[in-house]
């Protein structure tokens, strides 16, 4: 039996909204589950149409009720603070941070099942969760993982496509080629095409390319990174592994920790809500009925900007250039003549800050905490913990700064550099491999629960101000 969490903050909006039935008996996902169904699609074939009717009727008797105001500052600030999308699979909160389905990250670590070997959740255990809501058991988790092993099959024409670019051309463009070049086989756009699959079933195909998708970015990524910096050499897949240690292998880490690391690294990046670059392009793309590999290819694109996915290879570049200016036994004083130094010059230190986060990112502590147990005494680690104590006070004295604290990015690349992967320009596809599992399940229920095509109203200057002008 498995309480799945999360009441307080659902209880916590319906306060606000009211007039909602009963929490026990429209929210489906705090009931006490068990199963022992090993077949995720059987699983979601008994959820889905529950969750078709219950979206019809939120529609149908709430559908005028406001959920917010629209400022000017919001039209020009890029939509921060406007709520106007849904996704199901995770929801982020300015002070707890993420919740996948309902659950904390430290709850994910305690609850969803680890490798035999290992303490950290398996991130096929965090699909299973973020596909239907449930906690699985250990045989689920096999059965899943065994079934991307299988899955994991790449045409010979993915690796032609790639091979047809540079090899210096930056690891995202090539690996957004290759998922792109995974679309031939859609059977998405095999089954619009033939027109024999209801829109209620829509969400059926979608999650045939969804689920081979996850299972192929691994392959596709870990081929990237041979190509560019091993000489070509290949490292097969291996089935006997699990999802984050295989692609840990086929990257050419063998090392226990390393696979620790890539199981908690792949689960903890791979779903931050709707709003984001990726996460949105995504949803975006995905609205106009377009597959799953053009909408993750789309979502990959948003990943790679400085602003987003990029900023974890920001984070090691900036902190390898204040060891390689001032050394690694730096003093906090120094340390703080460098943040200043780097403000001062007009650039932000990269890794602190959060759109929404309005405390610690939870994915940087718990990086944190895996550092603590297994790397205490790394330079770069002990570097990063003095930044940690000396940045925010800065940012906050700076005042321009809503969010001072770390964020994810702040703290993975040190991880990555310690067991050997120390080429921070590829840090982003790693990014975008965990972020296949969140992108494609929210797809899936795109599909589900039939979402239209997203279609915002855009104004101009001139609209703004005369809006303004005839409201005072």
Known sequence: MVYFRGVSAISRLRS???????LSNSVRWLQMQSSSELDLKSQLQE???????????LRSEHGKVPVGNITVDMVLGGMR????????????????????RGLSIPECQKVLPSAQSGEEPLPEGLLWLLLTGKVPNKEQVEALSKELARRAVVPDYVYKAI?????????????????????????????YEKGDVHKSKFWEPTFEDALNLIARVPVVASYVYRRMYKDGSIIPLDDSLD????FSHMLGFDSPQMKELMRLYVTIHSDHEGGNVSAHAG?????????????????????????????????????????????????????????????NSGKVVPGYGHGVLRKTDPRYVCQREFALKHLPDDPLFQLVSKLYEVVPPILTELGKVKNPWPNVDAHSGVLLNYYGLTEARYYT??????????ICSQLIWDRALGLPLERPKSVNVDWLDNFVRSSR
């Not at 036994?329 to 003549?337: A, C, F, G, T, V």
């Not at 596809?429 to 969140?438: H, I, K, N």
Request: charged share 20%.
């Open 16 to 22: 606000r909204v009211g007039k909602q039935s009963s």
């Open 47 to 57: 959820i889905i149409p529950e969750q078709q009717d219950r979206l019809k009727k």
């Open 81 to 100: 603070g406007m709520t106007g999308l849904l996704w199901e699979t995770s929801l982020l909160d300015a002070e707890e941070g993420i919740r996948f």
């Open 163 to 191: 091979n047809a670019l540079p090899s210096t051309a930056h690891p995202m463009t090539q690996f957004a080629s290759g998922v792109m070049a995974l679309q031939v086989q859609s059977e998405f756009q095999k089954a």
């Open 243 to 246: 999802y984050g240690a295989n």
């Open 283 to 343: 949803h975006l793309v995905g609205s106009a009925l377009s597959d799953p590999y053009l909408s993750f290819a789309a979502a990959l694109n948003g990943l790679a900007g400085p602003l987003h996915g990029l900023a974890n290879q920001e984070v090691l570049l900036w902190i390898k250039s204040v060891v390689e200016e001032c050394g690694e036994n730096i003093s906090k004083e120094q340390l703080k003549d460098y943040v200043w130094k780097t403000l």
């Open 429 to 438: 596809v790693l990014f975008g491999v965990s972020r296949s599992l969140g």
